[in-house]
């Protein structure tokens, strides 16, 4: 690990799929890095990239994908372009990946202890019976309610909160160093919803373990998350802690997700991670209690733009944003931004839904 504490460094990293259409452009040199404990979320539309950029990490992308760039664990050697007998190594035993829906992730025709057993008997040599007891244990760790009974179910006996608890089971089965979670309490009541997030932060704290939480619900970021990264179109717009870009969005696109986050007027929004218990200002308060909406569609995928990606909806574009790409900057300590004209305080039209 490098001596600032980060455990994964990505540079760069750039997705492109080949299709009968023509290349489509997925992913545009999206960098980040992930310290150890830390939960980082990736948010934005469905779309944007977010699962695409942490499956190319892991080799996880089908035949058709072209992956560029570079991801450092642990400062180790680079997982892009690695041979596929390392990262069969590394998946599930060092980085474990949480898929978002978990009827379609589990075996229907495996019982709950052959599929958590499998990941301890593959990465970690358990014994059948070995194997059988710490899967009790993980079933019991992540809050699934008689665990002794529920090991030998099958997927379609549980409910889909176990179901995805389960998952959750398997990936940190061999206690890895980073979670990667793809929309980890979609299609959730609010219940569960908070049942799953309590569990994964519960993990952080007793594992140590550092989560990458991918999602569109702005509600969960707040919650568990200490720093955010905000996609458009396959680019990082934004980046920045997580109280910071709550009190202070900089780039349209995440002042526009912000206000069609559902809320009351002047509710803040939960502490998360780090722990330290302080309250989360939402976003800036204007003067509505209705929910707006981001006119316009997200740009065709076929061809890296040549201009701002978020020109045509933005109702700060100028010819510059027409004409150029910004390039992240740092507008406030550890808040980056790619905008021309960043700041939380231009008027903006916008459209009750």
Excluded at 9 to 37: C, E, M, N
Excluded at 100 to 126: A, I, K, Y
Excluded at 254 to 269: D, E, K, N, Y
Excluded at 332 to 351: N, S, T, Y
């Amino acid at each position: 690990m490098s001596g600032d504490g980060t455990l994964l460094s990505v540079r760069d990293v750039t997705v492109r799929f080949d299709t009968d259409d023509g290349a489509v452009h997925a992913v545009d040199r999206v960098s980040f890095d992930l310290k150890r404990g830390e939960v980082l979320a990736i948010v934005g539309e469905s779309g944007c990239g977010k699962s695409v950029t942490t499956m190319s990490l892991l080799g996880l992308l089908p035949p058709t994908a072209n992956v560029e760039g570079e991801a450092r664990f642990n400062g180790g050697a680079d997982l892009i372009g690695a041979p596929e007998g390392e990262l069969r190594r590394i998946r599930g035993r060092e980085i474990s990946f949480v898929f978002q829906d978990p009827m379609s992730s589990l075996n229907p025709v495996f019982t709950v202890e052959r599929q958590v057993g499998e990941v301890l008997r593959r990465h970690l040599g358990m014994s059948k019976a070995q194997a059988r007891e710490r899967t009790i244990e993980l079933l019991d760790l992540v809050g699934i309610p008689s665990p002794e009974r529920r090991v030998d179910e099958y997927p379609h006996q549980l409910s889909g909160g176990m179901r995805q608890r389960v998952m959750i089971a398997m990936a940190i089965a061999c206690e890895p160093k980073v979670l990667i979670a793809d929309e980890p309490t979609t299609a959730l009541d609010v219940t569960i919803q908070a049942a799953v997030l309590d569990v994964l932060r519960e993990l952080r704290e007793r594992l140590g373990m550092a989560i990458v939480l991918i999602t569109h619900d702005l509600g969960v970021v707040a919650d568990i998350a200490d720093r955010v990264v905000i996609m458009y179109a396959g680019q990082k717009v934004e980046e920045a802690p997580v109280a910071e870009l709550f009190a202070h969005p900089q780039h349209p696109y995440t002042i526009g997700l912000l206000g069609a986050a559902p809320r009351t007027a002047g509710a803040v929004l939960p502490a998360g991670g780090n722990g330290n218990g302080a309250h989360r200002p939402s976003a800036p308060t204007r003067k509505r209690s209705r929910l707006v909406e981001i006119p316009g569609r997200v740009p065709a995928l076929h061809a890296p733009p040549d201009h701002c990606p978020f020109a045509e909806r933005c109702p700060r574009a100028d010819d510059r944003s027409r004409s150029e790409v910004p390039a992240l900057e740092t507008v406030r300590p550890g808040h980056l931004v790619a905008c021309f004209h960043p700041g939380e305080h231009h008027d903006q039209e916008v459209q009750p839904a």
